[in-house]
């Protein structure tokens, strides 16, 4: 059986595919009033050199729908072969 968090709890893992000083160095998912909420957390030192984390919370980003058979529509004024030249053949 799955873990499920109680609510106004999370869990956070250590970022294993942080690249730069600005991701996190831990996230993870949480339950905060019910709602299911994204954590990441940055570990920081204050003047004094005490550490400490900080932290923010997002929702989870929604599951798009599969567009890949929706047919390209150019915005207004822009020519579907123009965009096609600015960025060259795209690998499918």
Not at 43 to 53: H, I, P, R, S, W
């Given at each position: 059986m799955p873990y499920r968090h109680q609510n106004n709890s999370g869990s956070l893992f250590r970022n294993r595919s942080k690249k730069t000083d600005a991701h996190p160095e831990y996230t993870g998912k949480g339950i905060i009033n019910?709602?299911?909420?994204?954590?990441s957390a940055w570990?920081?030192?204050?003047?004094?050199?005490?550490?400490?984390?900080s932290l923010a919370f997002r929702e989870p980003k929604e599951k798009t729908e599969d567009v890949s058979d929706?047919?390209?529509k150019p915005k207004?004024?822009?020519d579907?072969?123009?965009?096609?030249?600015?960025?060259?053949?795209v690998p499918w």
């Open positions: 019910g709602q299911v909420m994204m954590i570990v920081k030192q204050t003047e004094g050199k005490q550490d400490f984390m929706v047919p390209y207004p004024g822009q579907a072969i123009d965009d096609m030249e600015k960025f060259g053949d």
